[in-house]
């Protein structure tokens, strides 16, 4: 009698894990979400942030004289002395590879001016 009783508790108490495995999964799977859903609002909330950023007292340049592109940078501001390549990061955010790039390609000077002419 003893072993059905305890055979019985063992198959309940593994029904329970079941459960509970199958819920931690569910939870998981939500908490994924989530976490993809939030940075893709960071994300996108950056983006907006981004093209009024000129507009604010503290950008040093002239915002008539900014030019946003978005990407691979995010804008340019003409200057009279000088033209400034302008990358702006919120709270942790860092260059990518691509703007790292950018950035050590402006250092070293390689940048040239090329004119075309449609006929």
Do not use: H
């Given at each position: 009698?003893?072993?059905?009783?305890?055979?019985?508790?063992a198959?309940?108490?593994?029904?329970?894990?079941?459960l509970?495995?199958?819920?931690?999964?569910?939870?998981?799977?939500?908490?994924?979400?989530?976490?993809?859903?939030?940075?893709?609002?960071?994300?996108?909330?950056?983006?907006?942030?981004?093209?009024?950023?000129?507009?604010?007292?503290?950008?040093?340049?002239?915002?008539?004289?900014?030019?946003?592109?978005?990407?691979?940078?995010?804008?340019?501001?003409?200057?009279?002395?000088?033209i400034?390549?302008?990358?702006?990061?919120?709270?942790?955010?860092?260059?990518?590879?691509?703007?790292?790039?950018?950035?050590?390609?402006?250092?070293?000077?390689?940048?040239?001016?090329?004119?075309?002419?449609?006929?």
């Open positions: 009698m003893l072993e059905i009783i305890l055979a019985v508790i198959l309940a108490l593994a029904f329970f894990l079941f509970f495995y199958r819920k931690a999964q569910s939870l998981q799977s939500e908490l994924d979400d989530l976490s993809s859903k939030k940075q893709s609002m960071s994300t996108r909330y950056g983006q907006i942030t981004e093209q009024w950023l000129p507009l604010m007292d503290s950008f040093p340049y002239d915002p008539k004289q900014f030019r946003f592109l978005g990407s691979p940078i995010d804008g340019i501001a003409f200057n009279e002395d000088k400034v390549f302008c990358e702006f990061k919120f709270a942790d955010s860092k260059l990518t590879e691509k703007e790292r790039s950018i950035k050590k390609l402006v250092e070293e000077g390689k940048v040239e001016w090329k004119e075309f002419s449609v006929k």
